[in-house]
Nanobody, 123 residues
């Protein structure tokens, strides 16, 4: 069983930055696809981006150029650096792990999920 724990959420003004972290319990997580998702009230959970086991990131168009995903295999931690935040980025953010090398946007490929961390961006 892989356990994921997000941290780093909070409230910021538009244009600000936040860095989210996701601690992963499995030391072999470096071989997994790791993803970030978000869910705003009343909306479906949506893919933010992911990072393949080889470290190649991919992003949703809505965050491309503003968000950066990285991982520290030595410390079993996944990161989501968010800059130029907009009110529409307000959501609960989740990290997820898929037992495969390559990432994909579909929720069904992800096997484990964290509990989420709230990000609120005010205008």
């Amino acid at each position: 069983q892989v356990q994921l724990a997000e941290s780093g959420g909070g409230s910021v003004q538009a244009g600000g930055s936040l860095r989210l972290s996701c601690a992963v319990s499995d030391y072999t997580y470096g071989s997994y696809c790791m993803g970030w998702f978000r869910q705003a009230p009343g909306k479906q959970r949506e893919w933010v981006g992911g990072i393949d086991s080889d470290g190649s990131p991919s992003y949703a168009d809505s965050v491309k150029g503003r968000f950066t995903i990285s991982k520290d295999n030595a410390n079993n931690t996944l990161y989501l650096e968010m800059t130029s935040l907009k009110p529409e980025d307000t959501a609960m953010y989740y990290c997820a792990a898929a037992l495969r090398r390559l990432c994909y946007w579909a929720l069904y490929i992800y096997d484990y999920w964290g509990q989420g961390t709230q990000v609120t961006v005010s205008s």
